[in-house]
């Protein structure tokens, strides 16, 4: 008996020092992808973002389109707001795990711009205040996946 339980406690540090970690990051990740399709951050619900002058008809930015030589692009008015034409931003959300520590961000200079609403330039000239699209933060739902995932993986390890 008291191999088997020694087995289990020896079994659980290394799943703490290997894969939690991994658990967490892979899954904090997921959630903050999602933010990109909803359009909108969940912490306890979805908080949609406001919407971006491309889609709005009104706007001189409507269809703008940077890759498009006439700079309108019809699907831009209809594309989510920023995935754009390239998800680079999306794409760009990783974690790195250092000592007992996920960390969860993205390297683009533009993320914190999005994130927490901070001056922007226009093509590099005209300044304005980008409106705050937050698609990282602290979150009931993603806590909850987290701790889901937890427990079935220490039931799988005591044979639960």
């Given at each position: 008996m008291q191999a088997i339980v020694k087995a289990h406690i020896n079994?659980?540090?290394?799943f703490k020092k290997q894969d939690l970690p991994i658990i967490i990051g892979v899954e904090a990740v997921r959630h903050y992808n999602k933010s990109f399709v909803e359009e909108g951050f969940t912490d306890k619900t979805v908080k949609?973002?406001?919407?971006?002058?491309?889609?709005?008809?009104?706007?001189?930015w409507y269809g703008f389109s940077r890759t498009n030589k006439?700079?309108?692009?019809?699907?831009?008015t209809q594309d989510k707001i920023l995935t754009g034409e390239t998800t680079e931003l999306k794409n760009s959300i990783h974690y790195v795990v250092k000592a007992d520590r996920v960390t969860v961000g993205s390297d683009k200079p533009y993320a914190a711009v999005h994130q927490f609403?901070?001056?922007?330039k226009i093509f590099g000239k005209k300044e304005h205040i980008m409106k705050a699209r937050p698609f990282i933060g602290k979150s009931e739902v993603l806590n909850a996946a987290i701790t889901a995932k937890i427990e079935r993986e220490i039931k799988r390890i005591l044979n639960l």
């Open positions: 079994e659980l540090k290394e949609k973002w406001s919407n971006v002058e491309r889609r709005k008809p009104e706007s001189e006439d700079r309108f692009s019809q699907t831009r609403g901070l001056p922007a």
